[in-house]
């Protein structure tokens, strides 16, 4: 029966029929709801894992035992696993492995725009990317097929648009599929004596690959009248040219994107008059066309930055528009912002209220760093945050001690935070890390990690305490927070930023939008109190504004967590009850 599904639900029911067992990821939009669609199949066990690097090792752990794997992640989580990956790349298989990568062009969500295709290269591991949810399945059970035919993980490319669109597919039934280990030291003992025998069989694999890309049936030749332009193009950016073009002109769809083919594009480029390459991000595929003899365009006509789009493919061949309507400039902006009854915004204001210098992170407390607040000095990655304090201190020979502090999340901090407040105590820098414990993975939507409690399916699991963690790390000081609380937020950091030795200081609040917290009833503001001095303003809270020179409380995004009440010297605002 054919059904709408997104692109992300797709994959998933991908790795349901082609007979996976094992799913490891961590989350990180736009990839996240693969592994949560693979959560609700009762025939795979799925998992979060404490970061990407852990999800590539028990994937490939899985598949050596014989059943077929897959681990998901965004575009800067393969930077993480990048380690494992080169070295399975030799190794090849037992059972299939895919490793589903989600890029995200835009950086709607994201702090860097690469391009995961270079990886599949450099990793000399075949990549398949899907143009919309019927081929995010059929991709996803012909990238095992390729797996285990020429004994290679397989990289699955995804994209924002195609995740998060929903389109047409037909599912299909679940195959079973179940290998044998045996032991084999010289092909899974990556050794240097094992490994310079491997290498000669990964070119030969990558040949093989790229004689079978040009007869491949996902690799297809789209005929157009108009010989005048072909072009080359995949993914989202094909959409893009058939809504504008139709069949016009010749086109070659590559839904593997490395190796690419050779004679196809040559054949291509001898039937047409100009060749040009549509394509998001780098100039991948216009790069290899070069390399292998053939003239074409690309990036001097579509950027580097940013998305393509319909109207932007339009453009760029001299057509008008094809659909939508321009946006207004007369819409006011909506910055992001951290939402009301946010644990994160008491701890960021008296961080910016005592002129902190402050280490962020990757997670919504990001939004730390956005005014009025503007509580951040840095985000780089995950875990970098404690890492780059330690460096900072270090540098500065004592001279920021007291002065600075490292932000990062709970799920962050078990991500890659661990190793950073290892060095810190082990290389001795007098740093304070504050961890923001909000009970959840908050920025990519609400997803369990290893210090809530409950595993991937919301069953009861091992849950890490934090205190103790920190302890056994080697940290002395270890303070709790209730960031709510102002008062005791700038007790507890001026404490331990005097401190001469290491502490940590974990910001305890669960995130205002979990389903289990209860809040008090919305604030209201006495006008006949208020004093139009905007104070409560200076917490950047989106349920506070101003309205004929006094303060007003937005009741429907008020969570009563009495943050701006405090900040108030007035007594104007108070709880309902009073």
Request: hydrophobic content about 40%.
């Amino acid at each position: 029966m054919k059904k709408l599904m997104l692109g992300n639900e797709a994959v998933a029911r991908g790795l349901f029929e082609a007979g996976v067992s094992f799913v490891s990821s961590y989350p990180g939009t736009p990839s996240t709801e693969i592994t949560e669609a693979v959560a609700k199949y009762d025939e795979i066990y799925a998992e979060w894992a404490p970061n990407e690097k852990v999800a590539m090792e028990a994937a490939f752990g899985a598949c050596l035992a014989g059943r077929r794997s897959f681990c998901g992640m965004k575009h800067v989580g393969l930077n993480v696993a990048a380690d494992p990956l080169f070295t399975i790349a030799y190794t090849g298989v037992n059972a299939g492995i895919v490793i589903g990568v989600a890029d995200d062009a835009g950086m709607h969500s994201s702090q860097n725009e690469q391009d995961s295709r270079h990886y599949a290269m450099a990793s000399k591991i075949p990549m398949l990317e899907p143009s919309n949810s019927a081929e995010a399945i059929a991709f996803t059970k012909l990238a095992y097929e390729l797996s285990e035919k020429f004994d290679t993980p397989v990289l699955l490319k995804m994209c924002t648009r195609v995740s998060h669109s929903q389109s047409v597919v037909e599912p299909g039934e679940r195959v079973e599929v179940k290998k044998e280990y045996e032991k084999n030291g010289a092909k899974f003992i990556m050794m240097p004596g094992n490994a310079k025998k491997r290498h000669p069989i990964v070119e030969e694999r990558t040949a093989a690959l790229t004689e079978y890309a040009e007869t491949a049936d996902f690799n297809i030749l789209e005929d157009g009248a108009d010989k005048s332009i072909g072009i080359i193009t995949s993914s989202t950016s094909y959409q893009y040219v058939k809504e504008v073009f139709g069949d016009k002109y010749p086109v070659l769809k590559l839904g593997m994107v490395w190796p690419l083919p050779v004679k196809k594009i040559q054949a291509l480029s001898g039937s047409v008059d100009k060749l040009v390459v549509v394509e998001e991000l780098d100039g991948f595929i216009e790069q290899h066309c070069r390399n292998i003899g053939v003239e074409v365009s690309g990036k001097d006509v579509f950027s580097c930055i940013g998305e393509i789009s319909q109207n932007l493919v339009a453009q760029k061949f001299g057509k008008e528009t094809v659909c939508g309507a321009a946006v207004s400039d007369e819409i006011p902006a909506r910055p992001p912002v951290m939402c009301a009854g946010c644990p994160h915004r008491g701890l960021f204001y008296t961080l910016a209220k005592n002129k902190i210098t402050v280490m962020g992170d990757i997670g919504c407390y990001t939004l730390g760093a956005v005014p009025p607040l503007s509580a951040l000095d840095s985000t780089i990655c995950m875990g970098a945050s404690i890492s780059g304090l330690h460096g900072f201190n270090k540098a500065n020979e004592g001279a920021s001690d007291g002065k600075t502090v490292a932000v990062i999340g709970d799920s962050t901090f078990m991500h890659s935070g661990m190793t950073g407040l290892v060095n810190i105590a082990y290389n001795g820098s007098n740093s304070t890390v504050i961890i923001l414990d909000n009970s959840i993975t908050g920025m990519t939507g609400h997803q369990q990690n290893p210090t809530t409690g409950y595993n991937l399916k919301g069953n009861p699991a091992s849950k890490i305490d934090l205190e103790t963690l920190c302890r056994a790390m080697g940290i002395n000081r270890v303070a709790v927070v209730d960031p709510y609380n102002l008062a005791e937020c700038e007790t507890v950091i001026r404490e331990e930023l005097e401190a001469d030795e290491p502490s940590v200081i974990i910001s305890r609040r669960p995130c205002a939008l979990l389903k289990y917290v209860k809040h008090r009833k919305p604030l209201v503001v006495k006008t006949d109190k208020c004093k139009s001095c905007k104070m409560c303003m200076k917490i950047g809270c989106p349920a506070i504004s101003m309205e004929g020179g006094k303060a007003k409380i937005d009741a429907t995004l008020c969570t009563g967590c009495g943050v701006c009440e405090q900040l108030c010297k007035f007594d104007a605002l108070v709880g309902e009850e009073e």
